[in-house]
């Protein structure tokens, strides 16, 4: 049924490409099909940006539909949009190439070489040699020094997509390094993003209703649930990663940090999770309600306050920290 209905769009761009263009009566006999059915190929065409015009037919008293001549490029037995690159959208496309060795070694990098290998019918005749596209392939180096490994994770990530296009929570399995096991949750997964030649992405994690951030080489398992979810008003992913002093990327964690005053309005005016709370206290002091992710990064971040910060739920990340002050102690002995 698809291929019948491509087939009809390839003849009725065709037809409408021949001066001095078509009219509805004449696209039906044409294509064999009913005069709504015209209409929705137009309308189609439309959708797709395709520049369609219509004027008076001379011979009649209805109207011709024509599609604009400079939109098009000739082929052998048909016509269509004029799809060549420029050189700038061509150099921009072979930097993203460069950017896919996050995919290397795994089943995903030939379909980076397969797209590559169907952009000749869109080059400029100039750039189609081997050469000229070999210095394409120069411009930009792909410097991933410390590329992490997603070989055998085709399924996950290819599930992991999905859902986010689809909307679908889901069930992971994923390797806590803070308890040196597997935990298990249903989060809405919502963005993927790449840092420091690494893929991550941000979750809401149903049970606590909190963004988080988990790396993706650490999901051992994920299975997509049938029920939808709503994306979170309000999270705009982009300006968190451009924001924030520090991305932690790890096990969520829900903590209540108190800020000294002099510390309380730098809190205030950094970018959060929606869900953080700030509650003022009479000395000028804070407490900051926080959803995040990676036990060992929010540490190191409260600890960078010096006194200024204490952490007080939950009382075992208390103890963490208060056990590494020790230890820190012990090295600034004299």
């Not at 048909?78 to 995919?103: A, Q, W, Y």
């Not at 994306?231 to 209540?256: C, H, N, Q």
């Not at 929010?298 to 103890?319: C, D, H, M, Q, T």
């Amino acid at each position: 049924m698809y291929g019948k209905n491509l087939i009809k769009l390839f003849k009725a761009i065709n037809l409408l490409t021949q001066p001095p263009g078509v009219t509805i009566t004449q696209l039906q006999d044409q294509l064999n099909t009913s005069r709504r059915s015209v209409y929705r190929l137009l309308d189609t065409l439309k959708e797709l940006h395709f520049p369609l015009y219509e004027e008076k037919d001379e011979s009649s008293t209805g109207k011709k539909w024509q599609l604009d001549e400079q939109y098009l490029t000739k082929l052998p037995d048909m016509s269509l949009p004029d799809l060549r690159l420029t050189k700038e959208e061509i150099i921009l496309l072979f930097f993203l190439f460069g950017r896919g060795t996050v995919f290397k070694k795994t089943k995903l990098e030939k379909y980076l070489f397969s797209l590559k290998s169907k952009l000749d019918v869109f080059l400029p005749d100039n750039l189609k040699s081997e050469q000229a596209i070999a210095k394409l392939d120069d411009i930009f180096i792909p410097y991933s020094p410390d590329l992490k490994d997603y070989s055998g994770k085709e399924d996950i990530l290819d599930d992991l997509m999905d859902s986010i296009v689809q909307y679908k929570r889901c069930i992971v399995t994923y390797y806590s390094l803070a308890v040196n096991q597997d935990k298990y949750f249903q989060i809405d997964p919502l963005k993927l993003f790449e840092h420091e030649s690494g893929l991550y992405v941000f979750v809401r994690v149903v049970k606590y209703s909190s963004i988080s951030i988990l790396s993706v080489e650490r999901i051992k398992k994920f299975t997509v649930l049938e029920s939808r979810f709503e994306y979170p008003a309000g999270f705009k992913p982009e300006e968190i990663l451009e924001s924030a002093s520090f991305l932690s990327f790890g096990d969520p964690v829900t903590a209540r940090i108190w800020f000294s005053k002099d510390q309380a309005q730098y809190i205030k005016d950094r970018q959060w999770d929606p869900s953080r709370e700030i509650e003022d206290q009479p000395d000028g002091s804070i407490i900051l309600s926080i959803n995040a992710s990676g036990v060992f990064d929010v540490k190191k971040w409260i600890l960078s306050f010096g006194s200024s910060a204490r952490i007080l739920e939950p009382a075992n990340f208390a103890r963490e920290i208060n056990e590494e002050i020790i230890k820190m102690l012990k090295n600034y002995t004299i």
